[in-house]
């Protein structure tokens, strides 16, 4: 065994010659910057941008508007501080798909994996892409609406763009989050700086209660829950930074200074949405980002083909993981109709965060003495999980097509689970097709299956568990 180590160290320095990685691994290139960029650039480049009509709309005035923001964002601290103890607790990439597996088992993991692959992340993403083309045809249509084939081919070219640099370069990936989540935030601050400017200078009328607080309708439970579900898609992207846990540095240290902090930036940005190219832009890379390492945790779960599971072997990126995003993205450009999916996205999304708080109330009663480096008090997920229940039962009441939609979507689910999860006797020529497509996958795109590090090898072979850690690999 030990020559079979040496071997495999002879082979990792003929890599390092050639500038092939010694290991084909998904890489911790992700520091304390990238991961706050992460969070930020993902949260003020959704749906900020499309959600404040919707929130007005159901509130029925702007001081109740307002006041749905500034709740929204509170309650969506409250969850980011349970996602904290989560992502250190079971520090997997993948998110809430994740931790859902680990606790709940297969079936309800894969539901959440199915609805956020198929609906959620494509139909974000191009709404994103979207508002990008149509602020950047903008000059170039000052009269008009931009046409509907340019803004489908820039919103393309852009989603093509972003896919290769994340396909070429973790780094350059992060780098380009940095740049346009630094550039976004300092126009928000002139904004805001502005606005403070014009508060001080007596030009707050729209804000006195008698006039923020007039309404042109009387506002329902079902509403006010409508518009919560609206405010929380314009908040969606505070807990990306769990989907990517496996490629940051130290999680702990994320974990515990960015998701409560970057969400309380958030709800500033909704206020006064500028620079809406350059959000949107960093947007798409952030969601391209996390989402592909969704498709990727999935695969290596065998929730989805085993290709996704496959990385670059030499960029170690996650490539069929990310073409596979980025075409779904595309389907659903395409197909035109991506506003209108928004309410059952937003539906989703709510129901997935609070399965997935659900598990951790779960896991600590399960295993009361697993070591958890952040462990958030118990009133947290409750008042959280009081909230969701309460506005799911009243969005459902108020707008069960919408809603039910959602449900549908998700529970379609179910029977491909079965039948191809669960199901293990296929025929033959099923599992001939699978391994065929993989194979002709791994010489197209030059992916292999993560391996195992060689130092680490030799470093089990000092160990007394040796035999245990390092008999399947070798």
């Known amino acids: 065994c030990t020559g079979h180590v040496q071997s495999m160290m002879k082979d990792s320095d003929l890599k390092r010659d050639s500038g092939i990685p010694e290991r ?128 489908r081919m820039l919103s393309t070219i852009c989603i093509l763009f972003l896919t290769w640099v994340n396909c070429y370069s973790v780094r350059l990936a992060t780098r380009i989050q940095d740049t346009f989540t630094v550039g976004k935030l300092l126009a928000l601050g002139l904004i805001i700086t502005v606005g403070l400017v014009q508060i001080f200078g007596g030009n707050y009328e729209s804000l006195t209660p008698q006039v923020a607080f007039m309404f042109n309708k009387a506002p329902s439970i079902g509403q006010i829950a409508l518009a919560f579900l609206h405010a929380s898609f314009a908040f969606s992207g505070w807990n990306f930074l769990n989907y990517v846990t496996e490629e940051v540095v130290d999680p702990r240290r994320m974990d515990s200074l960015c998701t409560f902090g970057e969400k309380l930036l958030g709800m500033f940005s909704t206020l006064m949405p500028i620079s809406v190219a350059l959000s949107t832009f960093g947007g798409i890379n952030g969601y391209l980002f996390t989402s592909s390492r969704l498709c990727f945790s999935g695969a290596r779960e065998g929730h989805l083909p085993s290709l996704l599971a496959m990385i670059h072997f030499k960029h170690c990126t996650p490539i069929p993981a990310l073409l596979v995003c980025c075409t779904a993205t595309i389907v659903i450009l395409c197909i035109g109709e991506t506003h209108s999916l928004i309410n059952y996205v937003s539906f989703i999304n709510y129901l997935s965060y609070g399965v997935t708080i659900a598990s951790l109330l779960y896991y600590r009663w399960k295993k009361p003495n697993l070591y958890r480096p952040i462990k958030v008090s118990l009133l947290v997920p409750v008042c959280y999980l009081l909230f969701w229940a309460l506005l799911l039962g009243f969005s459902l009441h108020s707008d069960p097509l919408v809603c039910g939609v959602g449900l549908v979507i998700m529970l379609t689910g179910v029977p491909v689970y079965f039948l191809g999860v669960y199901w293990k006797d296929k025929p033959k020529c099923i599992y001939d097709f699978t391994e065929w497509a993989t194979y002709l996958g791994q010489r197209v795109f030059f992916v292999v299956y993560p391996q195992i590090d060689p130092i680490e090898v030799a470093e089990w072979t000092d160990r007394s568990s040796f035999t245990s850690k390092a008999s399947g690999p070798l």
């Open 24 to 151: 084909v691994t998904l890489k911790k290139e992700i520091g304390l910057l990238s991961a706050c960029t992460i969070i930020i650039g993902n949260i003020i480049g959704s749906g900020i941008f499309i959600s404040p009509k919707g929130v007005l709309e159901h509130s029925g005035s702007v001081g109740l508007a307002l006041v749905v923001w500034v709740l929204g964002g509170g309650i969506a601290a409250l969850g980011s501080l349970c996602y904290a103890e989560l992502g250190v607790t079971i520090p997997k990439s993948g998110g809430d798909y994740s931790y859902v597996t680990e606790i709940f088992g297969g079936l309800m993991g894969f539901l959440l994996l199915w609805s956020a692959v198929l609906i959620m992340y494509p139909t974000t993403l191009a709404v994103i892409a979207l508002t990008f083309s149509n602020y950047v045809l903008q000059p170039v249509f000052p009269h008009c609406v931009p046409p509907y084939i340019a803004t």
